[in-house]
């Protein structure tokens, strides 16, 4: 059996635009700032709401669109991280674009090159719901059963840990990671045909992999 060999990208589309990001730590993300969105659902206790007040009810019908750019064709469920002005946004597929959350201007995009015979294994590898951030670091999992990091001013790869063999116990990795006293904690939905070892939780140093 021949297995395809995983290739990763990440294009950087003005390398003037780089800006540095501050670091998200462990106590941002048990109180995260107003200003940010750090994790699904915003908070470890999943409450999905904003403290932010520019927007109530006097003025909410005063909205109007600023800018709009296209996604990558597929299933689309992602929820968008924001840190510092920056919007992380995971596509279908594993694609993950960085933009500028003022302008809309793409700041990098990774998009990881997956094995031919993915969707034969798993049978919705193009949805990717969340990402992760932590350090300077944003985190996902990917439709062939890895978890990674991608450095958050360029979108390259800083670390990427094989969690499963797709082809032998394959898992649907969607619902994507969360980061809790630097762990990234993930959980997977079990194919059949993968067996017990597929369906399983698990925690890996947010720093290293």
């Known amino acids: 059996m021949i297995v395809s060999v995983v290739m990763l990208a ?15 730590t462990d106590a941002m993300l048990q109180a995260p700032p107003a200003a940010d969105w750090l994790m699904w659902r915003r ?8 403290p932010l007040d520019q927007i109530n009810r006097s003025n909410v019908r005063n909205l109007a669109l600023v800018w709009s750019r296209g996604l990558t064709a597929g299933i689309q469920e992602g929820t968008p991280l924001v840190r510092d002005g920056v919007m992380f946004m995971p596509n279908p597929l594993d694609v993950v674009h960085a933009i500028d959350a003022a302008t809309g201007d793409l700041l990098w995009e990774y ?4 094995p031919a015979d993915i969707g ?15 350090g300077s670091t944003i985190i996902d999992t990917s ?3 890895f978890v990674y990091a991608l450095d958050v001013a360029t979108g390259k790869l800083v670390w990427e840990t094989r969690i499963l063999d797709y082809q032998k116990n394959a898992a649907q990795q969607t619902s994507g990671p969360i980061v ?11 194919e059949p045909k993968g067996g017990p070892q597929a369906c399983v939780v698990t925690a890996h140093d947010a720093q290293t992999g």
């Open 10 to 24: 990440a294009t950087v589309r003005d390398p003037a635009a780089q800006r540095q990001i501050p670091a998200v």
């Open 43 to 50: 908070t470890l206790d999943s409450w999905g709401y904003s």
């Open 111 to 114: 998009r990881r090159q997956l």
């Open 120 to 134: 034969k294994a798993v049978p919705f590898p193009a949805i990717n719901r969340n990402l992760a951030i932590y």
């Open 143 to 145: 439709a062939d059963d």
């Open 180 to 190: 809790a006293q630097g762990r990234v904690i993930s959980g997977r939905g079990c």
